[in-house]
C-alpha cells in the first residue's frame, strides 16, 4: 500500500466530499478520487459510498479510518520531532487568526519582526477558519477559544473590549447616550446567529433591538460606520484606533479572551519559539489598546 494515500482517504472522511478533500489537500479533485481507488485496490476494501452529496464511508472503510488516524497521528509526530531538532531561525512559520485581528493587528506587527530576521518567513492566515495544528496546518494558531486537545499548549495572550462605534457626523444627527436610545438607531452588527459576545451583550442591554446591517468581517462593520450608516459594534482595537469614529459610552462593554496555541512539539523549535515570544512580547505592550 501507498501509505500517502492515507491523506486522501482522511481528508475525504473528514470534509464529505471529494472537492472539499481537494481544497483541503490543494490538489485536484481528480487526483482525490484516484488516491482513493488506489487505497480501495491495496487494501481489497471499498472504503466510500459515492453519492450526489459527496462521499460517505462505508462499514468497513468506518472501521478502518481510525486505525488510518494512528498512522497519520504517528506520521506527524516523527515529522514534528524531527522540525524540533532544526536549530536554525530560518525557515517558515505559519501563523493562524481571526479575520480582523489577523489583518488589522498581526499583519503589520508579525511584518516588522520578520524584518529584524531575514532567514524568518511568517505567513499569515487571517481567516474564519479553524486549522489544524496536530495535522501541521500552521504552526502557531491566535484564537478566540481555548483548545483543549491534549498536544497542544495554550497561553492567555489578550483581553479584546468591544464597545459602540459611529461617525461624529451620524451622532450630531442622531445623539445616543444610553442604552435605551439605541431602539432608535441603526445598528452594525455580527449576525445575531452567531451568538456570539457582542451579541449577547447587545441582547442585555438594549432588549428586542435587530441590526440593520450584518457582517461577520469587523472591518467591514467599521467601513459602514465611517460612512455613516450607523452605529457599529467593535472591538476597541480597531474602533479606538480610527480618528473618523467616536466611542458611545455603555454600560458593563464585553470582551473576550484571545489564546496562543502551538503544539507542545514545536514549542522550543527556535523559529516558532521566536514567534510566540514575540506575540507575548507585543500583545503585553499593546494591553491598554486592546482592553480601550
Given at each position: 500500500?501507498?501509505?500517502?494515500?492515507?491523506?486522501?482517504?482522511?481528508?475525504?472522511?473528514?470534509?464529505?466530499?471529494?472537492?472539499?478533500?481537494?481544497?483541503?489537500?490543494g490538489?485536484?479533485?481528480?487526483?482525490?478520487?484516484?488516491?482513493?481507488?488506489?487505497?480501495?485496490?491495496?487494501l481489497?476494501?471499498?472504503?466510500?459510498?459515492?453519492?450526489?452529496?459527496?462521499v460517505?464511508?462505508?462499514?468497513?472503510?468506518?472501521?478502518?479510518?481510525?486505525?488510518?488516524?494512528?498512522?497519520?497521528?504517528?506520521?506527524?509526530?516523527?515529522q514534528?520531532?524531527?522540525?524540533?531538532?532544526?536549530?536554525?531561525?530560518?525557515?517558515?512559520?505559519?501563523?493562524?487568526?481571526?479575520?480582523?485581528?489577523?489583518?488589522?493587528?498581526?499583519?503589520?506587527?508579525?511584518?516588522?519582526?520578520?524584518?529584524?530576521?531575514?532567514?524568518?518567513?511568517?505567513?499569515l492566515?487571517?481567516?474564519?477558519?479553524?486549522?489544524?495544528?496536530?495535522?501541521?496546518?500552521?504552526?502557531?494558531?491566535?484564537?478566540?477559544?481555548?483548545?483543549?486537545?491534549?498536544?497542544?499548549?495554550v497561553?492567555?495572550l489578550?483581553?479584546?473590549?468591544y464597545?459602540?462605534?459611529?461617525?461624529p457626523?451620524?451622532?450630531?444627527?442622531?445623539?445616543?447616550?444610553?442604552?435605551?436610545?439605541?431602539?432608535?438607531?441603526h445598528?452594525?452588527?455580527?449576525?445575531?446567529?452567531?451568538?456570539?459576545?457582542?451579541?449577547?451583550?447587545?441582547?442585555?442591554?438594549?432588549?428586542?433591538?435587530?441590526?440593520?446591517?450584518?457582517?461577520?468581517?469587523?472591518?467591514?462593520?467599521?467601513e459602514?460606520?465611517?460612512?455613516?450608516?450607523?452605529?457599529?459594534?467593535?472591538?476597541?482595537?480597531l474602533?479606538?484606533?480610527?480618528?473618523?469614529?467616536?466611542?458611545?459610552?455603555?454600560?458593563?462593554?464585553?470582551?473576550?479572551?484571545?489564546?496562543?496555541?502551538?503544539?507542545?512539539?514545536?514549542?522550543?523549535?527556535?523559529?516558532?519559539?521566536?514567534?510566540?515570544?514575540?506575540?507575548?512580547?507585543?500583545?503585553?505592550?499593546?494591553?491598554?489598546?486592546?482592553?480601550?
Amino acid at each position: 500500500m501507498n501509505w500517502d494515500d492515507i491523506r486522501f482517504v482522511l481528508a475525504a472522511a473528514h470534509t464529505g466530499s471529494l472537492l472539499a478533500a481537494a481544497k483541503r489537500l490543494g490538489v485536484d479533485h481528480s487526483t482525490v478520487g484516484r488516491r482513493i481507488d488506489s487505497a480501495e485496490e491495496a487494501l481489497g476494501v471499498q472504503l466510500f459510498t459515492r453519492t450526489r452529496r459527496g462521499v460517505v464511508p462505508t462499514p468497513q472503510g468506518a472501521r478502518l479510518l481510525a486505525s488510518m488516524r494512528q498512522v497519520e497521528a504517528t506520521v506527524h509526530g516523527v515529522q514534528r520531532d524531527a522540525r524540533a531538532q532544526q536549530a536554525s531561525l530560518a525557515g517558515t512559520v505559519r501563523v493562524t487568526s481571526p479575520e480582523t485581528l489577523g489583518a488589522h493587528y498581526l499583519a503589520s506587527r508579525l511584518a516588522h519582526f520578520q524584518t529584524q530576521h531575514t532567514g524568518l518567513v511568517i505567513e499569515l492566515i487571517p481567516s474564519g477558519e479553524v486549522f489544524d495544528l496536530v495535522r501541521q496546518e500552521a504552526e502557531v494558531g491566535v484564537r478566540t477559544f481555548r483548545s483543549d486537545h491534549e498536544g497542544l499548549v495554550v497561553r492567555k495572550l489578550a483581553t479584546i473590549r468591544y464597545g459602540l462605534y459611529a461617525a461624529p457626523a451620524y451622532l450630531a444627527r442622531h445623539p445616543a447616550s444610553s442604552p435605551p436610545d439605541l431602539t432608535q438607531h441603526h445598528l452594525l452588527s455580527i449576525p445575531p446567529s452567531t451568538n456570539e459576545v457582542e451579541q449577547r451583550w447587545l441582547a442585555r442591554i438594549a432588549p428586542g433591538v435587530s441590526p440593520a446591517f450584518v457582517s461577520p468581517v469587523s472591518s467591514a462593520l467599521r467601513e459602514a460606520a465611517r460612512s455613516g450608516a450607523g452605529i457599529a459594534i467593535l472591538p476597541c482595537y480597531l474602533g479606538d484606533a480610527d480618528p473618523s469614529l467616536r466611542r458611545i459610552p455603555m454600560p458593563h462593554p464585553p470582551s473576550e479572551t484571545v489564546w496562543m496555541t502551538v503544539h507542545r512539539d514545536l514549542r522550543q523549535m527556535p523559529r516558532v519559539r521566536a514567534v510566540l515570544d514575540f506575540l507575548i512580547e507585543t500583545t503585553r505592550a499593546d494591553a491598554p489598546l486592546f482592553g480601550g
